[in-house]
Nanobody, 114 residues
Framework: QVQLVESGGGLVQAGGSLRLSCAAS????????MSWYRQAPGKQRELVAT???????NYADSVKGRFTISRDNVQSTVDLQMNSLKPEDTAVYYC????????WGKGTLVTVSS
């Protein structure tokens, strides 16, 4: 079965950095487009970044220039490097893949203090 497991969340001060990782199993990872989403308290879940199987990337305007998505097809992981963090980046971050249906991880909490 498909499993996505996120890690790397935590508490960081504004201006700091965190690196999230998502370990995937049960899929042909090298061809899968992988995405990071986030959901802040009281808000809808939103797309943060996507990386395709050909390493093409897309970012939400709010994170461009600060976040970088990358993938390791040997380890079947997708990472999100987050720099210059802001309090408004506080959210639960989810890994997502679509392979015939949507699969989501359970999320990892990122809290940015001002």
């Amino acid at each position: 079965q498909v499993q996505l497991v996120e890690s790397g969340g935590g508490l960081v001060q504004a201006g700091g950095s965190l690196r999230l990782s998502c370990a995937a199993s049960g899929i042909i990872f090298s061809v899968a487009s992988m995405s990071w989403y986030r959901q802040a308290p009281g808000k809808q879940r939103e797309l943060v970044a996507t990386i395709s199987g050909t390493y093409s990337t897309n970012y939400a305007d709010s994170v461009k220039g600060r976040f970088t998505i990358s993938r390791d097809n040997v380890q079947s992981t997708v990472d999100l490097q987050m720099n210059s963090l802001k309090p408004e980046d506080t959210a639960v971050y989810y890994c997502r893949v679509w392979v015939g249906m949507d699969y989501w991880g359970k999320g990892t909490l990122v809290t940015v203090s001002s």
